[in-house]
C-alpha cells in the first residue's frame, strides 16, 4: 500500500481513492507532465488481476470517444503494473447519492448511452456496466471506464459470469454474456438514476420506485427502460446501439414539441404574446429570476413559482437546469447543499451533505422563528433551515399589486394567473 508524498517513478502519490479485492486506486501528481491523475495497481502476487489489467489497457486504447475513459499510460514500475488514467472528480454511483435535476439526469444517461453505444459498435462488450464504472470530470462531463473484464464478442463468446452482482443480467451470470447484457445492465443504471431505486430479481414491471420514476420522466421514456430490463435478452435491445438510438428518437421529438410550442405561442417575433414577454423580462427578470421558461406555453417563469403566471400550468419549470447546486427530489426546483428542507414544497428532510454554511447574495429576510433566524431567499415558502412556513407575504419589486387570495406580489399588469397560488388574476 503506497503512502501519501510517496514517489514512485515520475508520480508523487496525494492519496487512495478506493480498494478492491484486486487493486488499488490511488489520486497522485505526474511530476513531468505537471496533471493529476488516477493510478491504478494491481495488488502484490495477483497474476489473474494483472492479466486483466492488461486487458483493460489493450481495450481502451482501442476505443477513442470523448465519453470512455482514457489511458494515459501503462508501464510496470518496481515490478508493479501501473496504469495511469484521467482522474474525475467522482464517480457516477456518488453523484447519484444526492439531489440531481431531470435535465442533468437526461444528460447523463445520454452520454453513458453513447459510450456504451461506441464499445458496441466495436464488438466489445463491457460485461461490468455499474454506477462506480461511470467517471464525473468538470463540466458534467461523464466518462465510462473499467474494461477489465470486457470481452471481444465472437461467434461463440465463452466467458465467466464477471461483473457486478447487483447489475448483472441473468445469463452473464451463467457464463453467457451478450450485447444485450450490457443493455440490461445500463437499463438498471439508468432506472437508478432517475428513480432513486434499483430493481431486484425478479424484475417485474412495475418495478420498486416505478411512481418516483413516473414522477420524472415521460411514459415513452419509462417504456425504454422497461424493454432494457426483461429477462428475456430477445425481448431487450439487441446492443447499446439500438438503445441510444431509441433515446435519441426520444429527445428529438421533445426538442420538436418544444419549437412547435414556442412557434404556436407566436406567429411571428412581434407577436402580442412574444412582446408582452419581452416587456415583462425587461421589467422584472432580475427581481424575479425568470430565466426558465414554462412547460406547456414557453412563457418564462422562475423556478419558485408554484403555477405558470400565463397559463396556470403546475410547477412550470420543473426539470429545468438550476443555478442552486443541488435539486429536491419531490418538487425538483433548486436548493443548497446545506439546506436542511426544501423551501418550496414541504417535502421530506434531506440527508445533511455538509456542516459547512454557504453566504448567499440572494439572502434578503430572515424566518420569523426565534429559534431559528435563519436567512430566507425571496419566495421561499418554507424555512430550508427550520420549515416553519413563512407568513408574511412576499413582495414584487417595482409592483403595487397583491393577489386577492394569498397576498403575495403579482404582476398584475402582465399575468393572468398568480404564480403562488393560481388565482385568477382579474384586471378591473
Same mark, same amino acid.
Request: aromatic share 10%; glycine share 6%; proline share 5%.
Given at each position: 500500500?503506497?503512502?501519501?508524498?510517496?514517489?514512485?517513478?515520475?508520480?508523487?502519490?496525494?492519496?487512495?481513492?478506493?480498494? *478492491?479485492? =484486486?487493486?488499488?486506486?490511488?489520486?497522485? &501528481?505526474?511530476?513531468?507532465?505537471?496533471?493529476?491523475?488516477?493510478?491504478?495497481?494491481?495488488?502484490?502476487?495477483?497474476?489473474?488481476?494483472?492479466?486483466?489489467?492488461?486487458?483493460?489497457?489493450?481495450?481502451?486504447?482501442?476505443?477513442?470517444? #470523448?465519453?470512455?475513459?482514457?489511458?494515459?499510460?501503462?508501464?510496470?514500475? %518496481?515490478?508493479?503494473?501501473?496504469?495511469? $488514467?484521467?482522474?474525475?472528480?467522482?464517480?457516477?454511483? +456518488?453523484?447519484?447519492?444526492?439531489?440531481?435535476?431531470?435535465?442533468?439526469?437526461?444528460?447523463?444517461?445520454?452520454?453513458?448511452?453513447?459510450?456504451?453505444?461506441?464499445?458496441?459498435?466495436?464488438?466489445?462488450?463491457?460485461? %461490468?456496466?455499474?454506477?462506480? @464504472?461511470?467517471?464525473?470530470?468538470?463540466? @458534467?462531463?461523464?466518462? =465510462?471506464?473499467? &474494461?477489465?473484464?470486457?470481452?471481444?464478442? =465472437?461467434?461463440?463468446?465463452?466467458?465467466?459470469?464477471?461483473?457486478?452482482?447487483?447489475?448483472?443480467?441473468?445469463?452473464?451470470?451463467?457464463?453467457?454474456?451478450?450485447?444485450?447484457?450490457?443493455?440490461?445492465?445500463? *437499463?438498471?443504471?439508468?432506472?437508478?438514476? &432517475?428513480?432513486?431505486?434499483?430493481?431486484?430479481?425478479?424484475?417485474?414491471? #412495475?418495478?420498486?420506485?416505478?411512481?418516483?420514476? $413516473?414522477?420524472?420522466?415521460? #411514459?415513452?421514456? !419509462?417504456?425504454?427502460?422497461?424493454?432494457?430490463?426483461?429477462?428475456?435478452?430477445?425481448?431487450?435491445?439487441?446492443?447499446?446501439?439500438?438503445?441510444?438510438?431509441?433515446?435519441?428518437?426520444?429527445?428529438?421529438?421533445?426538442?420538436?414539441?418544444?419549437?412547435?410550442?414556442?412557434?404556436?405561442?407566436?406567429?411571428?417575433?412581434?407577436?402580442?404574446?412574444?412582446?408582452?414577454?419581452?416587456?415583462?423580462?425587461?421589467?422584472?427578470?432580475?427581481?424575479?429570476?425568470?430565466?426558465?421558461?414554462?412547460?406547456?406555453?414557453?412563457?418564462?417563469?422562475?423556478?419558485?413559482?408554484?403555477?405558470?403566471?400565463?397559463?396556470?400550468? %403546475?410547477?412550470?419549470?420543473?426539470?429545468?437546469?438550476?443555478? =442552486?447546486?443541488?435539486?429536491?427530489?419531490?418538487?425538483?426546483?433548486?436548493?443548497?447543499? %446545506?439546506?436542511?428542507?426544501?423551501?418550496?414544497?414541504?417535502?421530506?428532510?434531506?440527508?445533511?451533505?455538509?456542516?459547512?454554511?454557504?453566504? +448567499?447574495?440572494?439572502?434578503? !429576510?430572515?424566518?420569523?422563528?426565534?429559534?431559528?433566524?435563519?436567512?430566507?431567499?425571496?419566495?421561499?415558502?418554507?424555512?430550508?433551515?427550520?420549515?416553519?412556513?413563512?407568513?408574511?407575504?412576499?413582495?414584487?419589486? *417595482?409592483?403595487?399589486?397583491?393577489?386577492?387570495?394569498?397576498?403575495? *406580489?403579482?404582476?398584475?399588469?402582465?399575468? @393572468?394567473?398568480?404564480?403562488?397560488?393560481?388565482?385568477?388574476?382579474?384586471?378591473?
Amino acid at each position: 500500500m503506497l503512502r501519501a508524498r510517496q514517489k514512485i517513478d515520475k508520480y508523487r502519490i496525494i492519496g487512495r481513492i478506493a480498494s *478492491g479485492p =484486486l487493486a488499488d486506486v490511488y489520486r497522485a &501528481f505526474d511530476t513531468i507532465q505537471k496533471m493529476r491523475v488516477a493510478l491504478k495497481i494491481p495488488k502484490s502476487g495477483d497474476a489473474t488481476g494483472e492479466e486483466e489489467f492488461l486487458h483493460e489497457v489493450q481495450v481502451a486504447t482501442k476505443l477513442k470517444h #470523448p465519453n470512455i475513459l482514457s489511458v494515459l499510460n501503462a508501464t510496470y514500475i %518496481d515490478k508493479h503494473f501501473v496504469i495511469a $488514467m484521467e482522474l474525475g472528480d467522482e464517480s457516477l454511483a +456518488d453523484r447519484i447519492e444526492r439531489r440531481i435535476s431531470t435535465t442533468r439526469a437526461m444528460d447523463l444517461a445520454g452520454q453513458g448511452l453513447a459510450a456504451l453505444a461506441h464499445a458496441h459498435e466495436h464488438r466489445i462488450i463491457h460485461c %461490468d456496466i455499474k454506477p462506480e @464504472n461511470f467517471i464525473l470530470f468538470p463540466g @458534467n462531463k461523464l466518462k =465510462l471506464g473499467d &474494461f477489465g473484464f470486457a470481452k471481444l464478442s =465472437l461467434r461463440t463468446l465463452k466467458a465467466s459470469g464477471s461483473g457486478t452482482i447487483d447489475y448483472i443480467a441473468p445469463e452473464q451470470a451463467m457464463g453467457r454474456p451478450k450485447f444485450q447484457s450490457d443493455v440490461f445492465s445500463m *437499463g438498471l443504471v439508468l432506472y437508478r438514476l &432517475f428513480s432513486g431505486k434499483l430493481p431486484e430479481w425478479p424484475f417485474t414491471w #412495475p418495478a420498486v420506485g416505478h411512481k418516483q420514476l $413516473m414522477a420524472r420522466v415521460r #411514459p415513452e421514456f !419509462a417504456e425504454v427502460l422497461r424493454k432494457a430490463i426483461q429477462l428475456d435478452p430477445a425481448k431487450r435491445f439487441k446492443d447499446a446501439t439500438q438503445m441510444q438510438a431509441a433515446f435519441e428518437r426520444l429527445s428529438s421529438h421533445a426538442r420538436r414539441q418544444k419549437r412547435a410550442r414556442t412557434k404556436n405561442g407566436g406567429r411571428s417575433e412581434s407577436s402580442w404574446r412574444q412582446l408582452q414577454w419581452r416587456e415583462f423580462q425587461r421589467k422584472y427578470r432580475k427581481v424575479l429570476h425568470t430565466g426558465h421558461h414554462c412547460r406547456r406555453c414557453e412563457g418564462p417563469v422562475a423556478e419558485s413559482m408554484q403555477a405558470c403566471p400565463w397559463c396556470g400550468f %403546475d410547477n412550470p419549470a420543473r426539470g429545468s437546469e438550476s443555478s =442552486l447546486s443541488s435539486s429536491c427530489p419531490r418538487c425538483e426546483r433548486g436548493v443548497k447543499n %446545506d439546506w436542511s428542507y426544501c423551501s418550496w414544497c414541504y417535502g421530506p428532510g434531506f440527508v445533511e451533505e455538509t456542516t459547512r454554511r454557504y453566504p +448567499d447574495k440572494h439572502y434578503q !429576510a430572515q424566518c420569523s422563528n426565534t429559534r431559528c433566524r435563519g436567512p430566507l431567499m425571496p419566495f421561499m415558502r418554507y424555512c430550508p433551515w427550520c420549515r416553519t412556513k413563512v407568513r408574511r407575504p412576499w413582495k414584487i419589486a *417595482g409592483s403595487r399589486h397583491s393577489c386577492k387570495a394569498c397576498h403575495w *406580489g403579482i404582476a398584475k399588469e402582465f399575468w @393572468n394567473y398568480c404564480a403562488w397560488c393560481r388565482e385568477p388574476v382579474r384586471r378591473e
